[in-house]
């Protein structure tokens, strides 16, 4: 199995650890159905508020606005596959708008993250559409598998 590791950067924020590792892991062993999956390394997630994503965002893709999850690819030679970054206080503004729950959402973001790293792309119209469709069955295989993690925002 992967490293995976996960940095908890919101203050009211509260995970299972091994729940959230096991979303990966899960992912990891139905790799062949998402382009071979992740490259091999360690794994790294980060649960931020939206003003910490958003200084990252503006940091790195040079774009200041909010966003609910941003993809970093690592260091291979390092063994580090990439890093997750996700916004929980975004996840929490979806749940009013979407018919998914806070954990749900936010696990489409280490999803979308996971899907990413794994070659997904979504700034193409075509292409979006198929990375949804990725999102919508790995979603699938985690509910069956009973690996979605709960998430409390307090």
């Given at each position: 199995m992967r490293p995976v590791a996960i940095a908890n950067r919101h203050p009211r924020l509260r995970l299972d650890r091994g729940a959230v590792a096991n979303v990966i892991h899960t992912l990891d062993?139905?790799?062949e159905k998402f382009f071979g999956g992740p490259p091999p390394g360690e794994l790294s997630l980060v649960f931020l508020t939206d003003?910490?994503?958003a200084k990252l965002h503006a940091d790195f893709l040079a774009d200041p606005t909010l966003t609910d999850v941003i993809t970093f690819e690592g260091d291979l030679a390092a063994g580090l596959a990439g890093e997750i970054c996700v916004?929980?206080?975004?996840a929490r503004r979806q749940t009013a708008t979407r018919r998914a729950g806070f954990s749900d959402e936010l696990t489409l973001y280490l999803v979308h993250g996971w899907l990413h790293l794994a070659g997904h792309d979504d700034l193409v119209p075509g292409k979006k559409r198929a990375m949804r469709r990725a999102e919508a069955r790995a979603l699938k295989i985690?509910?069956?598998a009973g690996a979605l993690p709960r998430f409390a925002l307090g």
């Amino acid at each position: 199995m992967r490293p995976v590791a996960i940095a908890n950067r919101h203050p009211r924020l509260r995970l299972d650890r091994g729940a959230v590792a096991n979303v990966i892991h899960t992912l990891d062993a139905q790799a062949e159905k998402f382009f071979g999956g992740p490259p091999p390394g360690e794994l790294s997630l980060v649960f931020l508020t939206d003003a910490a994503l958003a200084k990252l965002h503006a940091d790195f893709l040079a774009d200041p606005t909010l966003t609910d999850v941003i993809t970093f690819e690592g260091d291979l030679a390092a063994g580090l596959a990439g890093e997750i970054c996700v916004s929980a206080d975004a996840a929490r503004r979806q749940t009013a708008t979407r018919r998914a729950g806070f954990s749900d959402e936010l696990t489409l973001y280490l999803v979308h993250g996971w899907l990413h790293l794994a070659g997904h792309d979504d700034l193409v119209p075509g292409k979006k559409r198929a990375m949804r469709r990725a999102e919508a069955r790995a979603l699938k295989i985690l509910r069956a598998a009973g690996a979605l993690p709960r998430f409390a925002l307090g």
